[in-house]
């Protein structure tokens, strides 16, 4: 199917404006093939090229970088932040933006969610407590091995202080959730996998945190088996916020499992897609001036619902059909929505087809067996290939300390 072409619903024509003349001046863009493009007077946002990741990986951050700024300037004036990308989706990135600006945009993806705008209105200041990778980046995750002073900024607690939370000992988990209590949140920031842990721990143990309102899940894909747990456990919302280190927060989920787009963060354009109506995210982003992007493949699947979205995960993690067809990691997680006995997963497939399933168990010890039999038929019949499931066994993050749910192999 065809791209989107401007103008488009969710962009005005004067952010359309202001998104191209943070174009000019900029190195990246005055490529042959971008030159011509951007030269047309009746330019057309969906006939432009598209900027790939390692297009991306090559040229930041100076080549994205307007000639009328100076990056050693800009670092020692204090007023950018530079990090580099976990590399979830390929080798990490080199990107830069604004003190203030991942605040900013996240606070605009937050108020497209009714409920969290109206909890945020009542209480600007809301508490958050952080479950994430150590050190990740530094404006998402924290240092490790700090004091429970020192992971405090402003209105946010950074609890956890190590990259596998399986191997975690008891004694800390208590520290962390005697923290959480004393710090009294009204949200919990989570990497999915790493809140779900956490949780099973409070759940062990009968512990609730009565300030808590809602759940924010972000980092990486949210699997039906940790929203399950997420929810039974604490009771509130579980509300997944979607988007990426290059590009800031793009989405929401505002009504069941549909995301809603922060539309002055940046325009989405959905391209490629299947015969399932599956395709793949193209960002152009239009508040960062230091990393003006347009048309970047931001390397996610994600399928129209209406006026929102709802994602399917990496391209890199979408697994193969035995037709030879795209099964994106959605497509796989579905088959775990009833199988309540798990706490977390990996499904890894051959370049030839088999399958290698990793399972770990809510209970300790528990051996799986009517999930074994059912995943044992469900997936082979998704994807072809023959299936071995392993039960009980830890399953290690990748460098990027992120976890990938489905993961091709060859």
Same mark, same amino acid.
């Given at each position: 199917?065809?791209? =989107?072409?401007?103008?488009?619903?969710?962009?005005?024509?004067? +952010?359309? =404006?202001?998104?191209?003349?943070?174009? $000019?001046?900029?190195?990246?863009?005055?490529?042959?093939d971008w030159a011509r493009a951007l030269g047309d007077p009746a330019i057309n946002l969906g006939e432009l090229p598209r900027i790939s990741k390692q297009a991306l990986r090559e040229h930041s951050p100076e080549g994205f970088l307007p000639? !009328? #700024?100076?990056?050693?300037?800009?670092?020692?004036?204090?007023?950018?932040?530079?990090? @580099? /990308? @976990?590399?979830? @989706?390929?080798?990490?990135? !080199?990107?830069? #933006?604004?003190?203030?600006?991942?605040?900013?945009?996240?606070? !605009?993806?937050? %108020? %497209?969610? *009714? #409920?969290?705008?109206?909890?945020?209105?009542?209480?600007?200041?809301?508490?958050?407590?952080?479950?994430?990778? *150590?050190?990740?980046?530094?404006?998402?995750?924290?240092?490790?091995?700090?004091?429970?002073? $020192?992971?405090?900024?402003?209105? +946010?607690?950074?609890?956890n202080q190590e990259r596998i939370p399986f191997s975690l000992p008891e004694a800390k988990l208590a520290k962390m959730a005697e923290e959480t209590a004393t710090w009294a949140p009204t949200f919990l920031d989570v990497d999915p996998v790493h809140g779900m842990w956490f949780a099973l721990y409070c759940e062990r143990h009968g512990l609730r945190f009565p300030s808590l309102r809602f759940i924010l899940t972000s980092y990486e894909y949210t699997s039906v088996v940790h929203r399950r747990i997420l929810e039974r456990v604490f009771g509130v919302p579980v509300i997944n916020?979607?988007?990426?280190?290059e590009t800031g927060h793009l989405l929401i989920e505002a009504d069941g499992s549909v995301a809603v787009p922060s539309t002055q963060t940046a325009t989405l354009e959905l391209v490629d897609r299947d015969t399932r109506g599956v395709g793949q995210f193209l960002v152009t982003t239009h508040t960062n001036p230091y990393l003006p992007l347009l048309r970047y493949a931001i390397g996610d699947h994600a399928e129209q619902a209406g006026?929102?979205?709802?994602?399917?995960?990496?391209?890199?993690? &979408?697994?193969?059909?035995?037709?030879? =067809?795209? &099964? /994106? +990691?959605? $497509?796989?997680? &579905?088959?775990?929505?009833?199988?309540?006995?798990?706490?977390?997963? $990996?499904? !890894? %497939? %051959?370049?030839?087809? *088999?399958?290698?399933?990793?399972?770990? *168990?809510?209970?300790?010890?528990?051996?799986? /067996? &009517?999930s074994t039999a059912l995943l044992g038929a469900r997936l082979p019949a998704l994807l072809g290939g023959e299936v071995t499931v392993r039960t009980g066994v830890m399953i290690a993050p990748e460098d990027s300390g992120k976890f990938r749910l489905t993961v091709r192999l060859g």
């Open positions: 199917m065809p791209s =989107s072409t401007l103008p488009l619903p969710a962009t005005s024509p004067t +952010t359309w =404006s202001a998104t191209l003349a943070q174009t $000019q001046d900029v190195p990246f863009y005055e490529q042959a000639r !009328r #700024f100076s990056l050693a300037a800009l670092t020692a004036a204090g007023l950018i932040e530079e990090e @580099s /990308t @976990s590399g979830t @989706s390929g080798a990490s990135v !080199r990107v830069i #933006f604004g003190r203030t600006w991942w605040a900013e945009q996240e606070a !605009r993806a937050l %108020q %497209q969610n *009714p #409920f969290i705008r109206s909890l945020l209105a009542a209480d600007p200041s809301a508490k958050r407590a952080v479950f994430t990778t *150590p050190g990740c980046s530094g404006v998402s995750c924290f240092a490790r091995w700090l004091n429970v002073e $020192q992971r405090t900024l402003g209105s +946010t607690l950074y609890v916020l979607y988007g990426s280190s006026a929102g979205y709802i994602v399917h995960g990496r391209v890199r993690d &979408a697994l193969r059909r035995a037709d030879g =067809s795209v &099964a /994106t +990691t959605r $497509q796989v997680d &579905a088959l775990f929505t009833d199988l309540g006995d798990i706490a977390h997963y $990996q499904v !890894r %497939q %051959q370049s030839d087809g *088999p399958l290698e399933v990793f399972l770990m *168990p809510v209970a300790a010890g528990d051996a799986l /067996t &009517a």
